[in-house]
């Protein structure tokens, strides 16, 4: 259970991580739909064929995508 810097709740959905480069190594946690909504080109890619899922279901669509070999 993680908090999702742009919405602010909580909860387990699939999330894109970020370490920042602050001197502290911070985390940072985006839910991949909020990151996507907000410009992310990184999370837009990977739920580009969720067709607006969320949570649970978006981790559904998440594991059932081929593995990425990069």
């Known amino acids: 259970m993680r908090p999702c810097?742009?919405?602010?709740?909580s909860d387990?959905?699939?999330?894109?991580?970020?370490?920042l480069n602050d001197g502290?190594?911070?985390?940072?946690?985006?839910?991949?739909?909020?990151h996507a909504a907000s410009g992310c080109d990184v999370c837009s890619d990977q739920i580009a064929g969720?067709?607006?899922?969320?949570?649970?279901k978006l981790?559904?669509?998440l594991e059932s995508l081929p593995a990425r070999e990069d």
């Open 59 to 61: 981790r559904t669509h």
């Open 24 to 34: 502290e190594h911070t985390s940072v946690f985006w839910h991949m739909d909020c």
């Open 50 to 56: 969720a067709k607006g899922a969320k949570g649970d």
């Open 12 to 19: 387990d959905h699939p999330r894109h991580h970020i370490l």
């Open 5 to 9: 810097i742009g919405c602010g709740k």
